[in-house]
């Protein structure tokens, strides 16, 4: 007789919090056509017997303008983490090695989130509502390579030197200690609801800028009846 048949086939069960969650962007970068919004505009057009091409682009760093959240990461030590969240769900997954996110985004994630830790910036955690660092926006001069990099904060407008010190000694050294920074804002958002979703304000005065242009040029190129002179768009 096996009296430990139970025994020795028990599984290990696998701490949920060790392994590294998908990153969400990756779901179809083998398969583009499969992705819903594709599929759900190419219904919307054969239902009204309508032809929609498809041109099928790079399917990796072609994402120029990343929004991203910061939290707690999901391990024991809850240590600041800049992600994106998994699909239905407000669990944090690194973005510092997105393969659909430019590399000039990658590197500037890797960095922010490197010196936030060194620093000891709070990340906003949604179950308290504290936390300073809320958010970040990356976006890529596709040119130059170089980046507008804002930080959204859970606080209310206040001057640079207003701020907390783990926040205070980040701005002063993020233009020096990331090279590909152009430009750097930031955007108060102190939201009196915890699980509000909106990254941006629309308050007066929440805007400051702290280095660098102001904008990112983008030039309109290869477009169907150029204007004159050179269309270009400030970002």
Do not use: C
Request: aromatic share 6%.
């Amino acid at each position: 007789t096996n009296t430990n048949t139970n025994t020795n086939k028990k599984k290990k069960k696998k701490n949920p919090s060790s392994a590294s969650p998908p990153d969400p962007s990756q779901k179809y970068i083998s398969t583009p056509l499969r992705a819903p919004r594709v599929l759900s505009a190419q219904s919307f057009f054969t239902s009204r017997s309508l032809p929609f091409p498809l041109n099928i682009g790079p399917l990796t760093s072609w994402r120029t303008s990343s929004k991203l959240a910061v939290r707690p990461s999901q391990s024991i030590d809850k240590r600041l983490t800049i992600g994106m969240f998994e699909p239905n769900s407000h669990r944090i997954t690194p973005a510092s090695s997105s393969q659909a996110h430019h590399p000039s985004i990658n590197e500037s994630v890797m960095s922010l989130e490197s010196m936030s830790r060194e620093y000891e910036v709070a990340p906003y955690d949604e179950k308290t509502g504290k936390g300073d660092l809320k958010f970040v926006q990356v976006n890529v001069d596709r040119v130059t390579r170089k980046v507008q990099l804002t930080l959204i904060l859970n606080l209310s407008p206040t001057p640079t030197t207003s701020l907390p010190a783990p926040l205070q000694n980040l701005l002063k050294s993020l233009p020096t200690s990331l090279p590909i920074l152009s430009s750097l804002y930031l955007h108060f958002n102190s939201s009196a609801t915890p699980h509000d979703n909106n990254i941006f304000s629309f308050s007066p005065n929440t805007w400051t800028h702290v280095h660098g242009p102001r904008s990112i040029p983008e030039v309109l190129s290869d477009i169907p009846n150029p204007p004159p002179s050179p269309l270009t768009l400030h970002f």
